[in-house]
């Protein structure tokens, strides 16, 4: 054998060996959203069939959230992953533990790596449940497939500490446009989890169909809830389905919130019951796509009599502390009644223990500071809002609306806000995107997928991925260091996830996605 031969092979092992060892520098792992802090430490902590995972028994709650990670990891692994309680920190294994650390809040965590021991810490189950969701991104890309995988489990050694900038940061699901079943949300809850959201807002309501049951109320859904946009034949969560979807939404420390559009928006519910038109008459199905022609009748005693009782089925459904009300695009609602509506509104919810949250233009009435204003479009109404001590919501049409069209030959959505290619989606920010809001006056943000262009499951992936890894980004990681450049890369890897996950995604050009 010739000496060129034997350099050959011998390059071609070392190159084959050195593909094979696992990555051991942990700053570098392409998480979404990135996190406050990382140090590495240069080495590997494995998984094998021998890891346990041990569960401090001060919280109970820290079970639940050990389930869940075996959940993650069994599948993939072929591994047992037994839950063990304990009162001391064992020598080898996944820990889940409590600590008391201002800094992290209730969704902050600390991971600590070493080559033998994985340690969880966070004040409470909350932040645990966001530090697993870390460990998942930490793992080989392999972890999410649906069958064993026979390669090594490994993370690179180091520490990570974390925490959110802002205390809300939720997405908007329109059921009321086009209706997306509960297998859909709760599709659509586990994507959010993976990216550490804590809220989910649901448009229940619309001109086009009422989608939650009213048993009070009930041609709500028996009429108003018969159609959709296109004429299709819509639907609507029962009273049981909804509760479903919140209990499956707390389990991913997730809040719902529901939201009764008024007092526009509303043609579904005219539609079904004629006594809220002003001339008593009910008005036609609609399934189009305009909006502002509709309005509750502001000065009839049922319209609130109505209400009450809409907020006080749902309130009772929902443990979280939030109610939408709406109270966009309301043209044919006169100023003077659509402000004295919304303020008597206001008194109804706080009279079922929720805090009132509206689009921006509830900013035109006399808010009380427990209110909170989802700015969208008008930097008057935010300056209303922060005049008024009331916080905001972020959710910038032109910035944060995932039914926008990426581009102009997009397949699916609107651009009435303008196009929202992946970078013009993640390269902005909250605090400095208008001069009347400052980072003191803002809860969180929002990104709102409304439906009229969406019809399924398909559809709904391919307007929110992967905007939403850039928008999960936005409200959980510092801004210190953000940049388009380097943030691309880290969401290229994520296709790897979106291809075994299956998720009909939006593959950017602006991305430099993996070929493998």
Known sequence: MSKTILITLSLLIAFVGAKQEPATDLSKHNLIPRPVAISATGNTFHLNGNTSIYVSDILPELTRS??????????????????????????????????????????????????KLLTLKA?????????????????????????????AWSIPTGTIRDFPEYEYRGTMLDVARHFLDVEDVKHYLDLMAYY?????????????????????????????????????????????????????????????????????????ALASYPELNCDGQATDLYTGTKVGFSTLCTNKEITYKFIDDVISELAELTPGPYFHIGGDESHVTKKEDYISFIERVQDI?????KTMIGWDEITLSRLDKRS?????????????????????????????????????????????????????????????L?????????????????????????DMEYLVFPRLA?????????TDGKSWNEYKHRLASHGKQYDTWGINYYRSKLVPWSKE
């Not at 850039?470 to 510092?478: D, K, M, N, V």
């Open 66 to 115: 050990a389930n869940y990670l075996r959940e993650k990891l069994q599948v993939a692994t072929g591994y047992e992953f037994k839950i063990i309680p304990t009162k001391e920190a064992p020598s080898a294994g996944i820990y889940l533990t409590t600590v008391n650390d201002g800094e992290l809040g209730s969704e902050g965590y600390e991971l600590l790596i070493e080559t």
């Open 470 to 478: 850039g928008y999960a980004e936005i409200g959980w990681s510092p």
């Open 196 to 268: 550490k959201f804590n809220a989910m807002h649901l448009h229940l309501s619309d001109d086009q169909g009422w989608r939650i049951e009213i048993k009070s109320w009930p041609k709500l859904t028996e009429i108003g809830g018969s159609t959709e946009v296109g004429g299709g034949k819509g639907g609507f969560f029962t009273q049981e389905q909804y509760a479903d979807i919140v209990n499956y939404a707390a389990d991913r420390y997730i809040t719902i919130i529901p939201e009764i559009d008024m007092p526009g928006h509303t043609n579904a």
């Open 349 to 353: 919810v706080y009279k079922h223990n």
């Open 123 to 151: 004040n409470d189950a909350g932040g645990i449940f966001r530090g697993i969701q870390t460990i998942r991104q930490l793992l080989p890309a392999a972890i999410e497939k649906p069958s064993v995988q026979k390669i």
């Open 372 to 432: 909170i204003a989802q700015y969208w479009a008008s930097a008057e109404n935010a300056k209303n809002a922060v005049e008024q001590g009331v916080k905001v919501i972020m959710s910038p049409a032109r910035k944060a609306y995932l039914d926008m069209q990426y581009d102009s030959i997009s397949t699916l959505g609107l651009h009435w806000a303008g196009y929202i290619e992946v970078d013009t989606g993640y390269n902005w920010d909250p605090t400095n």
């Open 434 to 458: 208008e001069k009347e809001i400052g980072r003191e006056h803002i809860l969180g943000i929002e990104a709102p997928l409304w439906t009229e262009t969406v019809t399924n499951r398909a």
